[in-house]
């Protein structure tokens, strides 16, 4: 009796260090979330004050997108210091408050960290630019300028123009992957490692359960600062300077993985904390593999493919498992349909006259993958991407790059509370980015009056991966069933196995159960006479 009791608090205790594997976790982008001082601008108590509804989702945990203190040219994630609230957003005790009301809930916080670049207002790179040979005279990467006044080499950043600017006080240009107010910080540098370790220290002492690595490819630069090669022409599409080049030396270093070893090594020393990345661009799928090696590396990591995609299929699905085998020496994958920095998937996937429908099949869809299911505010309310007005665009990126691209807002403005209130309950005041109208009718109150609203499905399908484990930790195979426009695969095996099925057309689809399975979650309408209802999904037991 002692060894059984042994073994299962043994087990106990393994489940909860590993809370995170299948987890369900909502990205909270605090801005947009609910304001409680009516400055038009969300706060941590308006986080706070809402955590109960986030509980009632029955997600595992919440991510929090930065709130450190920032001059918010790119809305925090240009970091002035790395340990401190930014006075729009609230204080440290504020912080304090949410992440115990959290827990109190059985929530898991984790929280955003940006370690490739701050802002041009960190003290660190206040102290950079004075100086070439001061303390933090290589904390960022300065270069001089080639002979005829022009930046050191053709790299161009994100957002637009060259990943250069000049710097008078230092006689150097520095670089910068984002805008040139988020300055490249030089993590080949030992200093700067310790600098983030602490900081990592910092936010694991005061108790976050995990944090999400932001654009993890880009910590590290080729120190020999060679030219880019061009893409070929014809080959993707070219918005920006950035699409014209493959980003083989401004980013993704060979190093890059060693460092993330040393902050898995910190996180080791503190039970149950979990670390995701995010790793975006032409090589994000071996960077991933990479950065998540067992056991010594990062936990988890995602990238753009579903988030970047025009379309959902079949095809899509079976390159997302191909990449993610389930072996001993791949990681652990994160999946995320929308999120703060991509159009909404429901306005890239369906007819806005399909919105319900489809928003309730990719619930269904994103719940039943295997790995991680990162749920974006929104998203369980069916929100299309919002119509901002070029006026009230805030994105810099939008902004350059208009009307290219939809840029970023349209996926940020405040979540819709109170259907029947000036800024859908958001707000007392004007919003820093509009309500769009469509929202107002999506708002939490009005789908909570509706059984069959698509937040009443977001709560039911995400229970499934607590009702089915299988759904968290089982294996994912595509099955070929003959048709390009039905998707089925299963989770599991054996006995345990569940079948998923969907349709990912607007249109009527010929299907037929197998024998010796039972449906137990369907939405847009049972398999009837062989036939699937448009949009329809479900899922199915053995007998």
Known sequence: MALTAQTENASTAADQAEWWRGAVIYQIYPRSFFDSNGDGIGDLPGITAKLDYVASLGVDAIWLSPFFTSPMRDFGYDVSDYRDVDPIFGTLADFDEL???????????????????TSDEHAWFKAGRESRNGEMA?????ADAKPDGSPPNNWQSVFSGPAWTWDARRGQYYMHN??????QLNVHNPDVQEAILDTVRFWF?????G???DAVNFMMHDPALTDNPPVPAGQGKRTRPFDFQHHYYNQSHAAIPDFLARIRSLTNEYEGRFLVAEVGGERAQDE??????????LHSAYGFLYLYADAMSEDLVREAVAMWPDDAVTGWPSWTFSNHDAPRAVSRWAEEAMRKPFSDLALLLLVAMRGNVILYQGEELGLP?????????????????????????GARTPLPWVEASEHAGFSSAEPWLPVDERHQALAVDAQEARADSTLHHARRLVRLREAWPVLRSGDMRVIDNGSDAVLAFERGEGAEAL???????DRVRNWVLPEGWIVIESVNGPVAEGVLPAYAGLMARRA
């Open 99 to 117: 992440m115990a009301r959290a827990h109190a809930l059985g929530l898991k916080v984790l929280i955003d960290q940006v370690y490739a670049h």
């Open 138 to 142: 290589d904390w960022y990467v300065w």
């Open 178 to 183: 984002f805008l040139p107010e988020q300055p």
């Open 205 to 209: 002492d005061r108790g976050v359960d």
């Open 211 to 213: 944090m999400r690595l």
């Open 288 to 297: 991933m593999k990479l950065y998540t090696q067992p056991p010594s590396h």
């Open 385 to 409: 991407q919002a119509q901002v007005p070029f006026d009230r665009l805030q994105d810099p990126e939008a902004i350059a790059n208009w009307p290219q691209t939809l840029g970023r807002d």
């Open 499 to 505: 079948l998923c099925v969907f349709n990912l057309t």
